[in-house]
């Protein structure tokens, strides 16, 4: 789970709410928690979906799809332990985003990060970790 949990990690900007929320009045926090629930339910494609677009034209949802390996987890608790504005690398450019430090804890234990929300269009949207971003890249699976 920390493995799977880490691709969240870092750069990772999401959409939060459970279900049907479009993502346009929920809270970074929200967001977060949803991004959380979709990977441990090993939801892939909604993933992608919230993925920022600029990363969206490096990875395509199939390459995404067919490298994430993700078959969910059993999610016991989230909680957030704090939120604040930080900025985080989007297409080589300094971002304003908001930054939620989530503990989250499965089966495999206890993992904290902090990832970073990013509202583009009025929605929110998640961004790959620097690692993966250049695996993807590079036409590998990160």
Known sequence: MKRVFALLVCGAVVTAGCG?????????????????IEFSRGQAGRLWDSLVPAEQRVVTKARYLACQKNGGFRL????VLDTYG?????????????????????DDGVTTATMHAVKIGGRWHWV???????????????
Not at 25 to 34: Q, T
């Open 20 to 36: 049907s929320s479009t993502g346009k009045s929920e809270s970074a926090d929200a967001f977060m928690r949803r991004i959380t």
């Open 128 to 142: 790959l970790q620097p690692a993966d971003l250049a695996a993807y890249t590079a036409g590998r699976c990160p």
């Open 76 to 79: 016991r608790s989230f909680k």
């Open 86 to 106: 930080e900025g985080v690398e989007v297409e080589g450019k300094e971002t304003p985003s908001t930054a939620v430090t989530v503990q989250v804890t499965s």
